[in-house]
């Protein structure tokens, strides 16, 4: 089969959707309990765990400029239209800019080269079972532990960052999977980092954390070693959602999926199929990137995190985890899993920091 011909197939077997100008996330009409939390939502006074937040695809506007050859061309905004285009929190910057990104890759290496790539890559390992064989053996959360250099909020975290010899020293740790850092502008990642992870003879299976909008990122990830995506509920729609769930699954992938308020999750649940799917609660707001604890306990005790645990689904405590204690609280609020970065990774020895936080010494 010709490259050409592989990218249709493909393409056909997916059923992609239509590219959308903007994100119409679906929304929830509040129940009783969650308006009797109004005065903490209130407090928060931004992304409540009862609400969804719209994270825009791309500047509703279009974009100010279009290379035209040596030279770009700019398209003038009329009153008002250039403050609208302005991302309104940091998860909208990245996701405006990862559209071009994607866009620059896809001139480079065709799709249907990184199909061909992902379909013969080695067998991507189970990192569903990981999680679970690591929380039997041990009794804690499954970790995934973070490669991660920088972040849009810290800036530089680990200045002496050695994705490899990070990884190797997680995995010594006792850490169930590892979760590498894609993304180059705002985490300093690459997905260099993920191939020299798994060449390097890293058993733990790996997470792409790379922010997907398109099919062409999840067989990116997957050729070029990854175990498992990222999917993240604030910026897909479940229409697009189910068509990456199904692109992952088309090259042997696992798929974590990320919320961060009741109402996400509830629309998660909602997916047709969630077979090869954990899920996440990511404990940082999105408008004020500010972390709290409390977010995921809040969610875990709301119906729809009830039906996470009746249905057997792993769940995963992420951001604000830094110490046994915080462990502790996610695993005794529902989460199988968890997902550290950063007090782990700006550690001088990420082995230790492993062990200490599982309290595995």
């Known amino acids: 089969m010709s490259a050409t011909a592989a990218a249709a197939a493909c393409s056909r077997a997916l059923g992609a959707p239509r590219q959308?100008?903007?994100?119409a996330q679906q929304r929830h009409r509040p129940s009783a309990a969650q308006q009797r939390r109004g005065n903490r939502q209130a407090a928060l006074a931004s992304a409540s765990t009862s609400e969804e937040v719209t994270i825009r695809r791309r500047p509703p506007h279009?974009?100010?400029?279009?290379?035209?050859?040596?030279?770009?061309?700019?398209?003038?905004?009329?009153?008002?239209?250039?403050e609208d285009n302005q991302p309104r929190n940091i998860l909208e910057e990245i996701v405006w800019h990862k559209a071009i990104e994607v866009d620059?890759?896809?001139?480079?290496?065709?799709?249907a080269r990184v199909i061909m790539a992902a379909k013969v890559s080695p067998q991507p390992r189970d990192f569903i079972g990981a999680i679970q064989a690591a929380t039997q053996r041990t009794g804690k959360p499954g970790l995934i532990a973070e490669v991660k250099k920088a972040s849009p909020s810290?800036?530089?975290i680990q200045p002496n960052f050695d994705p490899v010899k990070i990884a190797q020293a997680y995995e010594r740790g006792g850490a169930a999977c590892l979760s590498v850092l894609t993304d180059a502008k705002f985490f300093q990642g690459s997905f260099e980092n993920l191939t020299a992870i798994r060449d390097a003879g890293v058993q733990c299976p790996l997470l792409?954390?790379?922010f997907v909008v398109e099919a062409y990122q999840v067989f990116k990830a997957r050729a070029s070693g990854a175990d498992a995506i990222l999917l993240i509920a604030a910026v897909l729609p479940n229409s697009d959602m189910s068509y990456l769930i199904k692109a992952a699954r088309s090259v042997g992938l696992q798929c974590l999926i990320e919320v961060h308020t009741i109402a996400e999750l509830e629309r998660v649940l909602a997916l047709?199929?969630?077979e090869g799917c954990m899920l996440g609660?990511?404990?940082?707001?999105?408008?004020?990137?500010?972390?709290?604890?409390a977010n995921t306990k809040e969610i875990m005790e709301?119906?729809?995190?009830?039906?996470?645990l009746e249905r057997g689904l792993v769940m995963a405590g992420e951001s604000a985890i830094f110490t046994p204690d915080d462990v502790a609280f996610v695993q005794a609020a529902g989460c199988s899993a968890i997902l550290v970065g950063e007090s782990i990774v700006k550690q001088g020895d990420p082995e230790a920091a492993v062990k200490t936080l599982l309290e595995l010494h």
């Open 20 to 23: 959308a100008a903007g994100v």
């Open 62 to 82: 279009g974009i100010e400029a279009q290379g035209c050859g040596p030279v770009d061309f700019k398209v003038p905004l009329g009153e008002g239209m250039a």
């Open 104 to 111: 620059r890759w896809r001139e480079r290496v065709p799709l």
């Open 154 to 156: 810290k800036g530089v």
């Open 208 to 210: 792409c954390k790379e």
């Open 272 to 274: 047709d199929k969630l």
């Open 281 to 293: 609660i990511n404990n940082r707001d999105l408008q004020t990137f500010k972390v709290d604890l």
């Open 302 to 308: 709301s119906p729809a995190g009830k039906q996470v």
